[in-house]
Each structure stands twice: as structure tokens, then as C-alpha cells.
């Protein structure tokens, strides 16, 4: 069995944490295409109601979580990401719940992005030629 050290140097690829990003990316999806949803009883008891519109924003944002997880993978995926939690704040207009919820999730997600940059800037320093 081989073993990276047995592995020619050109071939001992260096990790890359943009691909490493992409699990917790997904993570991050999938317990927001959980609690989006969750969203709906808070809607109906504390903003007196769903509407069509809040009810087809929660369905649309859910779907858009689910087939997140799949498209991370792709270069236009973490945009992708990115713009269902603009569009999760932005929902504020209609549900100031899904706009609390959206909140919290932008700043998941502001964290996380601080630190994948955080790795790459660090990684570069080590691995830039001395």
C-alpha cells in the first residue's frame, strides 16, 4: 500500500482549503434547510399568520439550501451560498422572524468565510518560497 510519503514530490498535492471549505459549507446547509422551516409556527402564532408570500420565501429558501449542499462543489457554488443567506436577511421585509433567523445565520457564515480566508493567507505565508 502507498503512502504519501512514498508518493513523488510533483505529485504530494498541498491542501487546499478551498475544497476543505466545502463539508462545513454543506453542514452549514443542511441545519439551515432544518430551522428555516422551524420558522413557520413562529410566523403563524407571533406574526399573526403565514401569507402566501412568506410561506412560498420559506419553501423557496429551503429548496435553495437543499440543492446548495449539492452545487458547493461547483466554482459558482459558494456565491450561490452566500446569496440564499442575502436573501434569507432580506427576508426581514416580510417576516422579521426569518430576518432574526437570516441574521444569525449571515454571521455563521461571516465566520466561517473570516476563517477560510484566515487559512488561505496562512497557508500561502508558509508554503511561499523563502
Partial sequence: MSTPDDAPEELVRPPDPRRAFRGPASAC????????????????YVEGGITAAKLVLVVVLTVGM??????????????????????????????????????IFCLVWGLMLWMRREVIRRQEAWFAPQ
Fill in 29 to 44: 446547509l443542511v441545519l439551515e434547510a432544518i430551522a428555516v422551516p422551524l420558522v413557520l409556527p413562529v410566523m403563524n
Fill in 66 to 103: 437543499i440543492v446548495g449542499c449539492v452545487v458547493i462543489l461547483r466554482p459558482w457554488g459558494l456565491p450561490f451560498a452566500v446569496g440564499l443567506q442575502v436573501v434569507m436577511l432580506l427576508g426581514w421585509v416580510l417576516s422579521p422572524s426569518l430576518g432574526v433567523l437570516g441574521l
